[in-house]
Nanobody
């Protein structure tokens, strides 16, 4: 059974940090690129970051560059998203997703084969 399980979300004050984890099982994790997406109420789901199978290709949305860092540990079937200097506009449900091939656009949600259920991140004072 394929599973992607996000964890690490919560309530944090502006300027704070959180580390999200995405744990995978039931498929060949090392063959899949992993993306992080987020969806705020009333907005479309948007790509936040992406990491390739071999760790060497990383992408970030402009809104999070310099604040978020994606990493993966293939031995643990886990991808992480370190989020620093969080802002209220980062509030959303965060999802991880696995893609065997994203083609030329890592933000394209139909390219992803498997999705997690999401974890809520709320940035508020």
């Amino acid at each position: 059974q394929v599973q992607l399980v996000e964890s690490g979300g919560g309530l944090v004050q502006p300027g704070g940090s959180l580390r999200l984890s995405c744990s995978a099982s039931g498929f060949a994790f090392y063959d899949y690129g992993i993306g992080w997406f987020r969806q705020a109420p009333g907005k479309e789901r948007e790509g936040v970051s992406y990491i390739s199978t071999s760790y060497d290709t990383l992408y970030y949305a402009d809104a999070v560059k310099g604040r978020f860092t994606i990493s993966r540990d293939n031995a643990k079937n886990t991808v992480y998203l370190q989020m620093n200097d969080l802002k209220p506009e980062d509030t959303a449900v965060y999802y991880c997703a696995a893609a065997f091939s994203t083609g030329s656009n890592w933000r394209r949600t139909p390219a992803y084969d498997y999705w997690g259920q999401g974890t809520q991140v709320t940035v508020s004072s």
